[in-house]
């Protein structure tokens, strides 16, 4: 079978801004890494030192209002999602992601800002032939009312996601995506985290989403949507679970063969169906090839809205 190499950036690039919890003014920069690093998070200014940490999924420290990674010492860096998302999204292999504050900026609330970062930054091929873990039979979770599997897949990644909210405004939605650069630029990498304005008090209260406003944020009341610019896509909060997916299992260590579906789920879900096929060494195998790779033909996105009950991306993980 042919088999195809892996790819890191060609020079670095930075973007700057506020972390949606912290408020905190926070500079990111994405540069090369050699062959089978994968993504390498530094934090700098800590002390005078800086402190790594591999994005795996061993190093999830908490999932409550976004993914957080930590090591022995404590968490390093928070909502990790939007940027892995990016790089797995694009067909990144390896990278380094400098941060010098406690939370990857937020940007416009997608993962757009870091998309064009990589376009700056230019894709390069590497030596080292590239890696999947190939799902080998299903594996399950429920938490709740909510269930995740990865399953075997002929055709690359795939994402089938459902979201189901009381709010009518955003009410049951849909969407089945087949991961290929091209596809996750237009379809899945603009899509804007998502809250209900009823929910800010308390996130305030609680000392979260210090930095949420109509900037980077699709904001909902009880009956309408209050940013005037309006949608990017009708379903746009259902892509932006897609695009959290993406990122949650760019955690894998390795691109995925497989099929994962989700419904009602969030990044706690998401991490705990990861660690489930992780740990059944039965269930996975790594494999060398792009022909398992490459995706079947993109299916088309479908979206409804019947009910469901409203709670933020940078609130608690529930939908």
């Avoid at 416009?108 to 873990?133: E, H, L, P």
């Avoid at 269930?283 to 398992?292: C, D, G, I, L, M």
Wanted: proline share 4%.
């Amino acid at each position: 079978m042919k088999l195809n190499r892996q790819t890191t950036l060609r020079s670095q690039a930075t973007v700057t801004g506020v972390g949606v919890h912290s408020g905190q003014l926070v500079n990111l920069t994405i540069g090369p890494a050699p062959i089978d690093a994968g993504y390498i998070f530094v934090r700098t200014g800590l002390n005078g030192a800086d402190r790594e940490v591999q994005a795996t999924a061993d190093a999830v420290i908490a999932t409550e209002f976004a993914t957080v990674l930590g090591d022995r010492e404590g968490p390093l860096v928070s909502t990790a999602e939007h940027v892995l998302a990016a790089l797995r999204g694009m067909g990144v292999d390896n990278a380094v992601i400098e941060i010098d504050g406690p939370e990857v900026p937020i940007m416009d609330g997608s993962a757009a800002a870091f998309v064009a970062a990589i376009d700056q930054a230019g894709i390069v091929t590497q030596s080292g032939v590239r890696r999947f873990i190939q799902v080998l039979k299903p594996v399950h979770v429920a938490i709740g009312d909510s269930f995740g599997e990865l399953r075997p897949f002929a055709g690359g990644f795939r994402a089938e996601v459902e979201i189901d909210f009381v709010n009518p405004q955003i009410g049951r939605q849909s969407y089945a995506f087949d991961l290929s650069a091209e596809r996750f630029r237009r379809d899945i990498s603009r899509a804007r985290t998502f809250g209900c304005m009823s929910d800010v008090a308390r996130l305030w209260s609680a000392g979260f989403a210090l930095g949420a406003s109509f900037e980077n944020s699709v904001v909902f009341d009880d009956t309408r949507l209050l940013n005037t610019e309006g949608l990017r896509f009708r379903d746009e909060c259902v892509r932006h679970k897609v695009l959290d997916v993406v990122g949650d299992l760019a955690l894998a260590g390795l691109p995925l063969l497989g099929a994962y579906r989700s419904v009602r789920g969030g990044h706690k879900l998401n991490h705990a169906v990861l660690t489930a096929l992780l740990s059944d060494r039965s269930a996975w195998r790594v494999v060398e090839s792009e022909t398992a790779r490459r995706p079947r033909a993109p299916a088309e996105a479908g979206s409804g809205i019947v009910g469901g009950m409203i709670a933020p991306a940078y609130g608690p993980d529930v939908s």
